[in-house]
T-cell receptor
Framework: DGGITQSPKYLFRKEGQNVTLSCEQNLNHDAMYWYRQDPGQGLRLIYYSQIVNDFQKGDIAEGYSVSREKKESFPLTVTSAQKNPTAFYLC???????????FGSGTRLTVV | AQTVTQSQPEMSVQEAETVTLSCTYDTSESDYYLFWYKQPPSRQMILVIRQEAYKQQNATENRFSVNFQKAAKSFSLKISDSQLGDAAMYFCAYREETSGSRLTFGEGTQLTVNP
């Protein structure tokens, strides 16, 4: 079945460490997105990529980095510069202009 | 930047009754898409319904329908014959056709369905 796979489901990080969240899709979608969700809040855009080897900052990119070396993969690195990284992270991809997004099941990141 | 506002942090409805969730947005664009997403406790985002701004006819998907008022920049979701499985967080989202077709979300409405 086609879809988006995010791993791991739960991730714990010590302060000062970088950590990478995985996002893989087999939908052949060109565009991919990373969102952050805090308790009781909506989703905020971190980074997005419309094609391979190209990506743009969203609204809250500080402290995060991404790469898009393959169409299927869009990993997100949470760096030590991100002051409050504990949150739920959702990856999404988009098929075409007339459709909505397909979302992964998310990664819950906790700083310990 | 576009903004999406959901003024009802929480709503409740009795099973089998109808409930309407409100959403307003701000944009200067004429072509765009609007969406309602459902997020149950599993936290999986599920597309409920979408509306193209150029279409005057309101979208309908089974028990879910929207009231799209373009001039008022309003996009409400009506859930008819509410079921226990409808209980979830509901997000209204706006998609602009520039800037990578990014989605901008409202803060959500937590819907409780009472048996």
């Amino acid at each position: 079945d086609g879809g988006i796979t995010q791993s791991p489901k739960y991730l714990f990080r010590k302060e000062g460490q970088n950590v990478t969240l995985s996002c893989e899709q087999n939908l052949n979608h060109d565009a991919m997105y990373w969102y952050r969700q805090d308790p009781g809040q909506g989703l905020r855009l971190i980074y997005y990529s419309q094609i391979v080897n190209d990506f743009q900052k969203g609204d809250i990119a500080e402290g995060y980095s991404v790469s898009r070396e393959k169409k299927e993969s869009f990993p997100l690195t949470v760096t030590s510069a991100q002051k409050n990284p504990t949150a739920f992270y959702l990856c999404a991809s988009r098929e075409g202009l007339s459709y909505g997004y397909t979302f992964g099941s998310g990664t819950r990141l906790t700083v310990v | 930047a576009q903004t999406v506002t959901q003024s009802q942090p929480e709503m409740s409805v009795q099973e089998a009754e109808t409930v309407t969730l409100s959403c307003t947005y701000d944009t200067s664009e004429s072509d765009y898409y609007l969406f309602w997403y459902k997020q149950p406790p599993s936290r999986q985002m599920i597309l409920v319904i979408r509306q193209e701004a150029y279409k005057q006819q309101n979208a309908t998907e089974n028990r879910f329908s929207v009231n799209f008022q373009k001039a008022a920049k309003s996009f409400s979701l009506k859930i008819s014959d509410s079921q226990l499985g409808d209980a979830a967080m509901y997000f209204c989202a706006y998609r602009e056709e520039t800037s990578g077709s990014r989605l901008t979300f409202g803060e959500g409405t937590q819907l409780t369905v009472n048996p």
